[in-house]
């Protein structure tokens, strides 16, 4: 099964080609002759959260609007708990990101001036359903960049909190991968398939967040003891039932309100945060006043059509069922319902605990888009201009360090090195045709855990102290029975270590949800114990993992226009 061993040498590393992972090559590769190796375990033409394309831009800067108006907006929507620096950081920069894809070849909708087509006090309209092959075409002409694709990179390569590159195999040719790398930047995504989805059996991976983001980015840094911060801001996403297509193309582009079976307008009874969203539809359901829609019925059919052009660009299941069905979103109310929670760095504040050039506290170690923690509200062009933000800093300390030592030949990286192929020799010999079937009993049991006793759909998002106590103890004990599996192909391994990476994501994600005793976000983190919000809440929840368990403590708020560095 596994092959050859290839051990390469390069400047940066970047892991994950999606987003943050293609910007911060371009930026790198753009303003300096350092060596790039993308690490990428699909393909970079259509990886990550933008394989099938976006309608709308949803962090932009408009005319009339200014860095601060964002900042607030974001700081509103995560009940305060977000990095102030980190939020001013990225958004000085997103505008820029955009002017750069259109240089590339993205088509910007404009109007009779010219001007960016608005949808709302933050967004912009584009033809975005080759917006990641346009950006992948852009990295793979960069003279000093090797892109990889089909590459797993399951282990970080750490010595006294400094890393030296990472290990991983390629999917279809068994090749094990030893990349020693000066810089390392993670652009992994976020975490899907921990809770149990809307969606059962063969259509579990009907999902609102890409399901082959599984985690794995926050798993590596967990377990070489990196900080993480806020994974308890989990996001849940408000989708159209069914389908799981978005609901602010609706909500915003025809100005839809969120209604009960009785026709009532319940947005102002719960408010219009994000998290309010979703925690007024689930209760109008539990207090018997559902199904729950947004209210589309009477629209102009040139509204209709406008919808159905829309979700033909990201979701066409949803414009399929409307032709299918002969009903359009004019003629009936489109249901909606909550998914399954999510951990993603570019929705809420959970991620890796980061300085304002994005360098984790591992030293070299930077995060980009979903992995990184602190800044809510990023979307797609919050992704872009953190990968540049990375990539700007590690361009000044390639140009002012220079050529850096080999550590290959130490005796503590080839005992590294031979840990990770040893792991990887007990994992395979599998011989039978079970061994997949094993792995997804596994995924399911630890998804049964999260649903019931972390807060899942079937729980109305709800957690209590003792439902996370036994859930801790049940994901202990399957975690240790997963070390046992062994894979009998090259993609079940691949599925073996994404199961793995999201059970050390779903522990320490119950570890962070013990660690806050209030409810500050609804849904979100709805903890029955503590069901109010506490002026003691005002401060991070981050975590380290040391010696097999989660030590979770709190840090004060960065205030507003303060800056905060690992030096600090």
Request: glycine share 10%.
């Amino acid at each position: 099964m596994l092959g050859k061993k290839e051990r390469l040498r390069t400047d940066v590393l970047i892991i994950g080609g999606g987003t943050a992972g293609c910007y911060a090559a371009l930026t790198i590769g753009k303003t300096s002759d350092a060596r790039i190796i993308v690490a990428e375990k699909a393909h970079i033409k259509r990886s990550g959260c933008l394989a099938a394309g976006v309608n709308a831009i949803n962090c932009y800067i408009l005319p009339n609007r200014t860095v601060q108006d964002y900042v607030d907006y974001a700081t509103k929507d995560a009940e305060g708990i977000v990095r102030d620096d980190l939020l001013r950081t990225m958004c000085e920069r997103v505008n820029g990101t955009v002017h750069e894809l259109e240089r590339l070849g993205l088509v910007i909708l404009k109007d009779d001036q010219g001007n960016y087509v608005a949808r709302g006090n933050r967004n912009i309209k584009i033809n975005g359903e080759n917006i990641k092959p346009i950006l992948a075409s852009a990295v793979e002409s960069l003279e000093h960049c090797q892109v990889i694709n089909q590459l797993v990179i399951t282990d970080y390569i750490v010595k006294d909190n400094r890393i030296y590159g990472a290990v991983g195999f390629h999917k279809e040719t068994g090749t094990i991968y030893e990349i020693e790398a000066t810089y390392v930047i993670c652009a992994t995504g976020g975490a899907s398939g921990i809770y149990k989805p809307n969606n059962p059996g063969f259509s579990r991976h009907k999902m609102w967040y890409s399901p082959f983001n599984t985690g794995a980015g926050y798993a590596m840094g967990i377990l070489q003891g990196a900080e993480m911060t806020t994974l308890e801001m989990r996001f849940i996403a408000l989708r159209c039932k069914d389908t799981i297509a978005p609901t602010g193309t609706i909500a915003q582009g025809v100005g839809a309100k969120q209604i009960n079976g009785l026709g009532e307008n319940y947005e102002s009874v719960y408010g219009i945060t994000t998290s309010q969203r979703v925690y007024g539809t689930v209760q109008e359901q539990v207090e018997g006043r559902g199904p729950c829609y947004l209210g589309t019925k009477g629209i102009s059919p040139d509204q209709e059509q406008d919808l159905l052009k829309a979700y033909l660009n990201m979701a066409p299941s949803q414009t399929l069922r409307w032709v299918e069905r002969g009903q359009g979103p004019a003629t009936e109310n489109v249901e909606i319902e909550g998914t399954e929670p999510y951990i993603v760095g570019g929705h809420t504040a959970s991620g890796y605990w980061v300085d304002t050039h994005r360098e984790t506290t591992i030293t070299n170690l930077f995060a980009a888009g979903d992995v990184a923690g602190g800044a809510p509200q990023k979307y797609v062009t919050g992704a872009l201009a953190e990968g540049e933000i990375a990539g700007d800093e590690i361009v000044r300390r390639y140009q002012d360090q220079g050529e850096v030592p080999s550590v290959g030949n130490e005796p503590w990286y080839k005992e590294a090195i031979d840990a990770i192929l040893k792991r990887y020799v007990a994992q395979q010999g599998a011989n039978d045709d079970s061994t997949l079937v094993r792995i997804e009993e596994q995924e399911q049991r630890l998804q049964d855990i999260m649903d019931i006793y972390a807060g899942g759909i079937s729980q109305a998002y709800k957690y209590t102290e003792e439902s996370l106590g036994i859930a801790k103890s049940k994901l202990q004990a399957l975690a240790k029975d997963v070390e046992q599996l062994q894979a009998n192909t090259l993609h079940e391994l691949s599925y073996l270590y994404e199961l793995r990476d999201r059970i050390v994501v779903g522990r320490a994600l119950v570890a962070h949800l013990e660690g806050r005793k209030e409810t500050r976000w609804h849904s979100f983190g709805e903890h029955g114990d503590y069901p109010n919000c506490s002026d003691d809440g005002l401060v991070y929840v981050n975590s380290v993992y040391q010696d097999g368990e989660f030590q979770v403590f709190q840090r004060p708020l960065v205030e507003k226009g303060d800056t905060y560095e690992h030096t600090n």
